[in-house]
């Protein structure tokens, strides 16, 4: 019996283990290869090995062919796309739409998704949405895009509210108790808004005659709308909410710069920092800061103060304007600051542990963003995006893929207008010679929409199938309009 001869047993362990090592090598071969195709690598067609890349294409509306240097390819969006390494021109089209296009630098390896492309129809199709007899005096949009409060000519206390989720619901009457605001003696208006982050209540700036006071408005309940320097029986120069909650917020006074909060329930203020120039707050303890206390001659200190402790970021030119702006990107925090005498916005990546890690040295700058007499500083509502202007001029950093653009758009802005706003995460918009126009980050993707008014933003419904905007104002008086943004065959 052959399991009882010694030599074929020894044969049949030998053969058994050759066996095992021959599997254990064709894995390793298997892993190896899905290894290597993992990072790109490939075989052409004349047996050469390549590493190629791998891009994911979605749009709005979606599907839309895809062409990869002019060339049509098998894929439509909401797909991933293989190529090989290379600097490609990469373009959307749709039936209807004009095209989206840009140029992308794939490495061998590299995965990229291009997840933001919208594609404009070639024809608008507007409709008067809300008529007014006469100018409209404040349009603002929550946070979520559902809801906009417009102000009627009829009366600084008389406003209407939109469910832009529900658009063919009639806008209904806000009317604020008439003891709720100052009465003027010769002219009144409202200016900014901030939204608090329940999209229920909104921060409204009054202005009557030459002084500001600051009105918070319920629009579930407009009888329940807060004259806040009334009930704080405080005039500052102004009032921010604080981690965008409804009933916290800050006060800030000028010329001394003293920073105070407060909120409405025990309606006591509570000293914060002094010396303050500039601010700007995240969550409920974090306080970017400008001021001139402890600053060398002939410069200013940007501080940032986190909880109980204020450290020092940088310094800048005394005697600026100064453009601040933090927030967090995947759990990490940015700082961006900047002025227009130095004409360069800093941003720090994670400046609490850096100087954690090296209590000595100041933070290393992250990025920098060159604008000539820079205006303004900010992040995106993604927070993917930092962009510096002034006017017509750009700089923007894209924090995900670590990219810096900079550019001149084409077109001015017309008056009051100081910024460019985000249309939505990924593309910016202002009016421009009565018109408004969109544009990629990057300063592609140019257009041109629908006639408005300069003195308010354009408002996007929350699944951007339309947009409003305030009409130009005619003898007859001013309108919203609501244009669609899909072609007349997908609506």
Same mark, same amino acid.
């Given at each position: 019996m052959d399991y009882l001869d010694p030599r074929k047993d020894s044969f049949n362990n030998i053969m058994l283990l050759i066996g095992y090592v021959l599997i254990g090598v064709a894995i390793l071969i298997a892993a190896l290869v899905l290894t290597y195709q993992?990072?790109?690598?490939?075989?052409?067609?004349?047996?050469?090995?390549?590493?190629?890349?791998?891009?994911? +294409?979605?749009?709005?509306?979606?599907?839309?062919?895809?062409?990869?240097?002019?060339?049509?390819?098998? @894929?439509?969006?909401?797909?991933?796309?293989?190529?090989? =390494?290379?600097?490609?021109?990469?373009?959307?089209?749709?039936?209807?739409?004009?095209?989206?296009?840009?140029?992308?630098?794939?490495?061998?390896?590299?995965?990229?998704?291009?997840?933001?492309? +919208?594609? +404009?129809?070639?024809?608008?199709?507007?409709?008067?949405?809300?008529?007014?007899?006469?100018?409209?005096?404040?349009?603002?949009? =929550?946070?979520?895009?559902?809801?906009?409060?417009?102000?009627?000519?009829?009366?600084?206390?008389? &406003?209407? &509210?939109?469910?832009?989720?529900?658009?063919?619901?009639?806008?209904?009457?806000?009317?604020?108790? /008439?003891?709720?605001?100052?009465?003027?003696?010769?002219? $009144?208006?409202?200016?900014?808004?901030?939204? !608090?982050?329940?999209?229920?209540?909104?921060?409204?700036?009054?202005?009557?005659?030459?002084?500001? $006071?600051?009105?918070?408005?319920?629009?579930?309940?407009? /009888?329940?709308?807060?004259?806040?320097?009334?009930? +704080?029986?405080?005039?500052?120069?102004?009032?921010?909410?604080?981690?965008?909650?409804?009933? =916290? @917020?800050?006060?800030?006074? &000028?010329?001394?710069?003293?920073?105070q909060s407060i909120n409405l329930n025990d309606q006591e203020p509570r000293s914060v920092l002094s010396g303050v120039i500039n601010y700007k707050s995240y969550g409920k303890d974090q306080i970017l800061f400008v001021t001139a206390d402890g600053a060398q001659a002939g410069k200013v200190s940007v501080k940032l103060l986190n909880k109980d402790k204020t450290v020092t970021i940088r310094s800048l030119t005394a005697n600026?304007?100064?453009?601040?702006?933090?927030?967090?990107?995947?759990?990490?925090?940015?700082?961006?600051?900047?002025?227009?005498?130095?004409?360069?916005?800093?941003?720090?990546?994670?400046?609490?542990?850096?100087?954690? !890690?090296?209590?000595?040295?100041?933070?290393?700058?992250?990025?920098? &963003?060159?604008?000539?007499?820079l205006s303004s500083v900010g992040f995106s509502p993604n927070a993917q995006y930092i962009v510096g202007e002034n006017g017509q001029k750009f700089a923007v950093y894209d924090i995900e893929n670590k990219q810096n653009f900079n550019y001149v758009s084409p077109y001015p802005l017309d008056l009051p207008q100081t910024k460019a706003l985000w249309m939505d995460g990924n593309r910016l918009t202002y009016v421009s010679g009565g018109k408004t126009v969109v544009f990629d980050y990057d300063g592609i993707n140019r257009h041109i929409l629908v006639s408005s008014d300069s003195k308010f933003p354009a408002a996007f419904a929350p699944d951007y199938k339309f947009v409003y905007v305030a009409a130009p104002v005619t003898a007859s008086g001013q309108n919203i309009t609501q244009t669609w943004l899909l072609a007349p065959q997908d609506r």
């Open positions: 993992a990072k790109g690598f490939g075989v052409d067609k004349k047996g050469n090995v390549i590493q190629s890349g791998l891009t994911f +294409f979605s749009s709005t509306p979606n599907p839309a062919t895809i062409y990869v240097n002019n060339k049509k390819s098998n @894929y439509q969006t909401n797909s991933r796309v293989v190529l090989p =390494s290379g600097l490609y021109s990469v373009m959307l089209t749709r039936n209807g739409y004009y095209d989206w296009s840009r140029k992308i630098d794939l490495g061998g390896g590299d995965v990229q998704h291009f997840d933001y492309p +919208f594609l +404009f129809p070639k024809t608008l199709t507007s409709s008067n949405y809300q008529t007014y007899g006469g100018s409209i005096g404040l349009l603002t949009q =929550s946070p979520d895009k559902r809801w906009l409060i417009v102000q009627k000519p009829t009366g600084i206390n008389d &406003l209407t &509210l939109t469910d832009l989720k529900n658009f063919k619901k009639p806008a209904q009457d806000l009317a604020l108790p /008439e003891n709720l605001l100052t009465k003027p003696k010769q002219s $009144e208006a409202w200016t900014d808004s901030e939204w !608090a982050d329940d999209n229920q209540h909104v921060l409204l700036t009054h202005i009557v005659d030459s002084k500001t $006071e600051f009105i918070l408005l319920d629009r579930t309940a407009p /009888e329940k709308s807060v004259n806040l320097n009334a009930k +704080f029986n405080l005039n500052p120069t102004k009032i921010s909410l604080i981690d965008r909650k409804f009933d =916290s @917020y800050y006060l800030f006074n &000028l010329p001394e710069g003293s920073l600026g304007v100064y453009s601040l702006d933090l927030t967090k990107y995947s759990g990490v925090m940015y700082v961006v600051a900047g002025s227009n005498i130095d004409g360069k916005a800093y941003i720090y990546k994670d400046p609490l542990g850096q100087l954690s !890690a090296n209590p000595n040295m100041p933070p290393g700058i992250n990025q920098l &963003l060159k604008v000539d007499q």
